[in-house]
């Protein structure tokens, strides 16, 4: 049985007790909803994976109250300060060596030397955070491969049964995850673009680069090209619409679909990241009945949180392994 919990003084004492305690907890956060462990507790991280049939090599984001603890568990430099002290907390995880007094287990960060942080910019997150007095590693809360959910009821249908409780924040206002930047070497890179615009960092510490080791690599394992596949393949730019197409609007819909799933009517790109996996879960959840077998996305500008959406729906168009998380 997975607890219902409700975001009151008791439901978040409930829920830290029960990471303390070393149990799964879901809860809100701004991005999307983690998957909270005791990240100190290698037996709570190892049921993180379990849970997540999520393959060993994919390391997760360590979640901390305020900047001063999260940065105490890494080698700061002073770019990373100044990062930190702009965009937390927020929607941007910070990679960076582990500090040789880290207390973070080993599995959470899949035996990289490198630890992925991020203080979250959710009232609910936070005190649960504060409570647990611990960091709390957490994957979005979903099954891997799947598309994060986005409301405590996507957590239900992903992983009911499987963990101990979910902490309803209601809806995430910012709903795609987090921008990931590394700040290990002199030169910043963006490994996952995310809530925070890759424009707000560069405007703060320069040029950002872009990734650009082996695809699937292990750099960052959540770049995998169809990491977040939803069920149904995704055709981008569409500017018709199929017969077997279901229609994922941006603006005024295209005509002659039969589901539509508008993320803005008025175009309005922090509307559309914040009903973007909704969107694909519902047109998901129709499509096979109305004999849909595919998406056709119309394009979304590829500025500002719009470049998470484009992310997104790119490895939503991308081919898919057989197997998905058996990649290397
Ligand atoms: P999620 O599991 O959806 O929360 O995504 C976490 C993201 O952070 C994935 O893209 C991970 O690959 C990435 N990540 C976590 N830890 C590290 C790390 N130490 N180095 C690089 N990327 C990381
Ligand atoms: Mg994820």
């Given at each position: 049985?997975?607890?219902?919990?409700?975001?009151?003084?008791?439901?978040?004492?409930?829920?830290?007790?029960?990471?303390?305690?070393?149990?799964?907890?879901?809860?809100?956060?701004?991005?999307?909803?983690?998957?909270?462990?005791?990240?100190?507790?290698?037996?709570?991280?190892?049921?993180?994976?379990?849970?997540?049939?999520?393959?060993?090599?994919?390391?997760?984001?360590?979640?901390?109250?305020?900047?001063?603890?999260?940065?105490?568990?890494?080698?700061?430099?002073?770019?990373?300060?100044?990062?930190?002290?702009?965009?937390?907390?927020?929607?941007?995880?910070?990679?960076?060596?582990?500090?040789?007094?880290?207390?973070?287990?080993?599995?959470?960060?899949?035996?990289?030397?490198?630890?992925?942080?991020?203080?979250?910019?959710?009232?609910?997150?936070?005190?649960?955070?504060?409570?647990?007095?611990?960091?709390?590693?957490?994957?979005?809360?979903?099954?891997?491969?799947?598309?994060?959910?986005?409301?405590?009821?996507?957590?239900?249908?992903?992983?009911?049964?499987?963990?101990?409780?979910?902490?309803?924040?209601?809806?995430?206002?910012?709903?795609?995850?987090?921008?990931?930047?590394?700040?290990?070497?002199?030169?910043?890179?963006?490994?996952?673009?995310?809530?925070?615009?890759?424009?707000?960092?560069?405007?703060?510490?320069?040029?950002?680069?872009?990734?650009?080791?082996?695809?699937n690599s292990i750099r960052s394992p959540g770049m995998l090209a169809s990491h977040y596949a939803p069920g149904l393949p995704v055709r981008m730019g569409a500017t018709e619409v199929e017969k077997d197409e279901a229609l994922l609007a941006f603006g005024s819909p295209l005509p002659g679909a039969s589901l539509v799933f508008n993320l803005s009517d008025q175009g309005d790109l922090s509307e559309a990241a914040s009903r973007l996996f909704a969107g694909l879960r519902m047109l998901d959840q129709n499509a096979p009945a109305l004999g849909l077998i595919r998406v056709a996305a119309m394009p979304?500008?590829?500025?500002?949180?719009?470049?998470?959406?484009?992310?997104?729906?790119?490895?939503?168009?991308?081919?898919?392994?057989?197997?998905?998380?058996?990649?290397?």
């Amino acid at each position: 049985m997975t607890e219902s919990l409700h975001a009151s003084r008791d439901g978040i004492r409930r829920a830290a007790t029960l990471l303390r305690e070393g149990a799964l907890v879901a809860f809100a956060t701004e991005t999307v909803y983690g998957l909270g462990a005791d990240a100190t507790n290698d037996s709570a991280v190892a049921a993180v994976f379990v849970a997540k049939d999520r393959p060993r090599f994919n390391p997760l984001i360590c979640h901390y109250p305020d900047a001063n603890t999260a940065l105490a568990d890494v080698v700061v430099s002073a770019a990373a300060r100044r990062v930190a002290e702009a965009f937390w907390p927020g929607p941007l995880t910070l990679v960076l060596r582990r500090a040789s007094r880290c207390s973070i287990s080993l599995l959470a960060s899949a035996g990289l030397d490198t630890l992925a942080l991020r203080v979250p910019g959710h009232d609910v997150a936070r005190s649960l955070l504060q409570q647990v007095g611990r960091p709390v590693a957490a994957p979005s809360a979903n099954r891997s491969g799947r598309v994060s959910p986005t409301t405590a009821q996507h957590v239900q249908a992903e992983l009911g049964g499987r963990i101990a409780a979910i902490l309803d924040g209601g809806p995430c206002d910012v709903g795609v995850e987090s921008t990931v930047l590394d700040l290990c070497s002199e030169q910043p890179k963006l490994l996952r673009a995310g809530g925070t615009t890759i424009e707000a960092i560069e405007n703060l510490i320069g040029p950002v680069a872009s990734y650009s080791g082996a695809p699937n690599s292990i750099r960052s394992p959540g770049m995998l090209a169809s990491h977040y596949a939803p069920g149904l393949p995704v055709r981008m730019g569409a500017t018709e619409v199929e017969k077997d197409e279901a229609l994922l609007a941006f603006g005024s819909p295209l005509p002659g679909a039969s589901l539509v799933f508008n993320l803005s009517d008025q175009g309005d790109l922090s509307e559309a990241a914040s009903r973007l996996f909704a969107g694909l879960r519902m047109l998901d959840q129709n499509a096979p009945a109305l004999g849909l077998i595919r998406v056709a996305a119309m394009p979304v500008p590829d500025h500002g949180i719009g470049r998470a959406i484009n992310d997104r729906l790119r490895r939503a168009s991308a081919p898919r392994p057989l197997k998905e998380d058996s990649c290397p």
